[in-house]
């Protein structure tokens, strides 16, 4: 991400990222809000902390309902909802995360024995959902949520609320790499860096900007590891229990929202390119959805730039 000569810089570590907020006065005050609101909503969402909500969600699997708080409630139905279109994407993929552990220690290639027995409890339908109580109840014992595919995009949405609720018009958020923008009109706006897979940080393909709205991405080379020359990443495939493999490397989403950019960067990887783009040029326009691949070639395709523009890195 490039920052721009003017706008103020704030930082901290959490959620075992660092996490940015660029503002266009010196609000140190606004800032030290901003991340008391990420740490709370950490501490509801993560699936790291025994004490957390969703981890009090899975514990009761089998067992009970467990009543959660609103903000857990509404972001687990969006993700329930989501899961039962199919894809990638699935709010219940939680036990195959935990065998795999890759991003963590101990990832390893399971039996396959026992990815298929793991596999009958990742049924988002098996997800039962009470809005009067505000209560989930994982009918299967075993099972667990996972919102990790979801909950940055619902921390970015929720912070850039309350910033415009402060009257900021001139911010941006990263989360790790979801990164969320606001800008007023007629704004230079802000430039966000895509990353060269398998590269460091500062290498890039080339730069987005935009004045509103998400860029998210998901790839293969954000988490992985490597067993007998074999790549094994962290875009599980529920169908099958294992990582996907197509042609992709990555999938930006650039979107009005980041939770839909989240969403859709792991649905879209999961389609493939040719699919992908069959899915944009049918419904992006009435979902604000675009999308900038990146394939095993190294090349760069993007479908439409209706709400942003990419700028290729000089070679």
Known sequence: MSEIPGRYHYSAVMMGTRVELQLAAHQPALARQVFRQIKWLEDLLTVNRPDSALMSVNRGAGAHPVVVPPPVFSLLWR???VSFSGGCFNLAIGPLVRRWKIGFSGDA???AEEIAALLPLT???AIRMDPEAGSIFLTRPGMSVDAGAIAKGYMADRICDFLQAQAVDHALINLGGNIRVISPPGAEGWSVGLQQPFAGPESLLGS???SQGSVVTS???ERY???QGHHYHHILDPRSGYPLDNDLL???VISPHSIDGEIYSTQLYGMGLEKGCEWLAAHAGAEGIEA???TRDREVIIPSQRQFCFRPASR
């Open 79 to 81: 993700a329930r909802e």
């Open 109 to 111: 290639v399971p039996p």
């Open 123 to 125: 049924d988002p339908h």
């Open 208 to 210: 987005i900007r935009l």
């Open 219 to 221: 790839g293969v080379y």
């Open 225 to 227: 590891f490597v067993h």
């Open 250 to 252: 990555s999938v930006t």
């Open 292 to 294: 900038i691949f990146v």
